[in-house]
Nanobody, 114 residues
C-alpha cells in the first residue's frame, strides 16, 4: 500500500494550504485515517483523525482552523489548513490504519514564515 502526500510548501502566517494524501487502495479499507506532524526536535503528534463512518477529531491547537475530509472516488484524504501559524511548521504525514495494517506516507513539509 502506498500513501502519497502532496500540497506542502511555504506560506505566510495567516495563509492557507490544502494537503492531499492519495492511497493506492480503497480508503474505505482503513478504520481510521489521520494526519500527523513532526516539528524539528519534537515528537510526532496526531493533528486530525477521520473515522470510517465520518466522525472526526482534532488536536486542540488546530480546532477551528484545520479540516479533514476525504473523497472515496479519488481514494484521497485532505487536510485544509487555514490561518496558519509559525508553530504549524512541520513535516506532515498521513496515516491509514485498521486491525490488519498501519500505513504511512513519506511526509510533506509545511513551513509558515514571513
Amino acid at each position: 500500500v502506498q500513501l502519497v502526500e502532496s500540497g506542502g510548501g511555504l506560506v505566510q502566517p495567516g495563509g492557507s494550504l490544502r494537503l492531499s494524501c492519495e492511497a493506492s487502495i480503497s480508503i474505505f479499507s482503513f478504520t481510521t485515517m489521520a494526519w500527523y506532524r513532526q516539528a524539528p526536535g519534537k515528537q510526532r503528534e496526531r493533528v486530525a483523525t477521520m473515522f470510517r463512518y465520518g466522525s472526526s477529531d482534532y488536536v486542540d491547537s488546530v480546532k477551528g482552523r484545520f479540516a479533514i475530509s476525504r473523497d472515496y472516488a479519488k481514494n484521497t484524504m485532505y487536510l485544509q489548513m487555514n490561518d496558519l501559524k509559525p508553530e504549524d511548521t512541520a513535516v506532515y504525514y498521513c496515516n491509514g490504519a485498521s486491525p490488519e495494517r498501519d500505513d504511512w506516507g513519506q511526509g510533506t513539509q509545511v513551513t509558515v514564515s514571513s
